[in-house]
């Protein structure tokens, strides 16, 4: 609602988007660093272990899923500066790499052909322009991407059954939310209850389901997923309206099998400010406010 009221002027949302976009290019750039300089980070007086100021690369890769449509519209809808974007957006999706999130590079690539693809559609920009946008992104992802490294991932993906722990935890989750499918188990509760569930024991502490939609059925019941889904679903239309909120709706998909929304609250409030500005454009205060 906060978002909503702040930002419904489009003048104010064009602003506040491209602001963030911008501290996504850092938050790229520096992560891209991190991982190049390996043990040498703590010199170059960047935080060692850290994706940007993240601590979880899923995490941060969610982030700039969020973002990267944003850079992506920038440079269709402003033309005069389309190549600063175009790095933009190649700079989140090489650190989404260097990062080594699997998730996230899916997504990510996903965005980079979804995106101008729904802008073509829309009959905002030429074909012939959209096809030299589209290579000159890819081109640039593909050099950035080269230089960040992309060892790290390419060596994630060959791991064989990569989400078999993932769906352990998923069946675990089913079955607690079958004990309690109205009420849950308490907002924040998961990690006390899984317990009690697992199918598996490790020694491991088991922080997330690594699945929010699963999460938040079970720690607040069916109604809690319902209104998540709500949400998610309102959301739609003004989010493909807007190409830019193409990115949200993907931080909901990636967050089917890892936790964007979860033990990061500074996060999920970034998450839901997008959605507010999203209601604004639903609503259609975006056009018609000063």
Same mark, same amino acid.
């Given at each position: 609602?906060?978002?909503?009221?702040?930002?419904?002027?489009s003048?104010?949302?064009q602003?506040?988007?491209?602001?963030?976009?911008v501290?996504?290019v850092?938050m790229a750039?520096?992560?891209?660093?991190?991982?190049a300089?390996g043990?040498s980070?703590?010199?170059a007086?960047?935080l060692?272990?850290?994706f940007?100021?993240?601590?979880?690369?899923?995490?941060?890769?969610?982030?700039?899923?969020?973002l990267?449509?944003v850079?992506?519209?920038?440079a269709?809808?402003?033309?005069r500066r389309a190549v600063?974007?175009?790095?933009?957006a190649a700079?989140?999706?090489?650190?989404?790499v260097?990062?080594?999130?699997r998730?996230?590079?899916?997504?990510?690539?996903?965005?980079l052909?979804?995106?101008?693809?729904?802008a073509? /559609?829309?009959?905002?920009?030429?074909? @012939?322009?959209?096809?030299?946008? +589209?290579?000159?992104? #890819?081109?640039?992802? &593909? %050099?950035?991407?080269a230089?960040?490294?992309?060892?790290?991932?390419?060596?994630?993906f060959?791991?064989?059954?990569?989400?078999?722990?993932?769906?352990?935890?998923?069946?675990?989750?089913?079955?607690?939310?079958?004990e309690?499918p109205l009420?849950?188990f308490g907002?924040?509760?998961?990690?006390?209850?899984?317990p009690?569930?697992?199918?598996?024991?490790?020694g491991?502490?088991?922080?997330?389901?690594?699945n929010d939609w699963?999460q938040?059925?079970a720690?607040?019941?069916?109604?809690?997923?319902?209104?998540? /889904?709500?949400?998610v679903?309102?959301? @739609?239309p003004a989010?493909?309206r +807007?190409?830019?909120g #193409?990115?949200?709706? &993907? %931080?909901?998909?990636?967050?089917l099998?890892?936790?964007?929304?979860?033990?990061?609250?500074?996060?999920?409030?970034?998450f839901?400010?997008?959605?507010g500005?999203?209601?604004?454009?639903r609503?259609?205060r975006?056009d018609?406010a000063?």
């Open positions: 609602w906060t978002a909503r009221e702040l930002l419904g002027a003048a104010t949302q602003k506040f988007l491209r602001g963030a976009a501290v996504g850092v750039v520096a992560a891209m660093f991190q991982q300089l043990d980070v703590t010199a007086g960047l060692p272990g850290y940007g100021t993240f601590v979880y690369r899923n995490q941060f890769a969610a982030f700039l899923e969020a990267l449509p850079a992506i519209v920038a269709i809808d402003d033309r600063p974007w175009i790095g933009a700079a989140m999706f090489a650190g989404i260097a990062a080594g999130s998730t996230g590079v899916v997504i990510s690539l996903a965005l052909v979804a995106v101008p693809a729904a073509s /559609l829309r009959g905002s920009i030429p074909r @012939v322009a959209l096809v030299r946008l +589209s290579a000159a992104v #890819l081109l640039c992802a &593909a %050099v950035l991407t230089v960040a490294g992309w060892e790290t991932v390419w060596a994630r060959q791991e064989p059954q990569p989400y078999s722990l993932r769906a352990e935890l998923v069946q675990s989750t089913a079955a607690m939310i079958a309690r009420t849950g907002l924040g509760a998961w990690p006390v209850a899984y009690a569930f697992a199918r598996f024991d490790d491991s502490f088991v922080n997330q389901a690594h699963m938040w059925a720690e607040g019941g069916l109604p809690m997923f319902l209104l998540m /889904l709500w949400i679903v309102r959301a @739609v989010a493909t +807007s190409l830019w #193409l990115g949200i709706l &993907a %931080v909901f998909v990636h967050a099998v890892d936790y964007p929304f979860g033990q990061r609250p500074a996060l999920a409030a970034f839901f400010v997008l959605l500005i999203i209601s604004a454009e609503s259609g975006a018609t000063k």
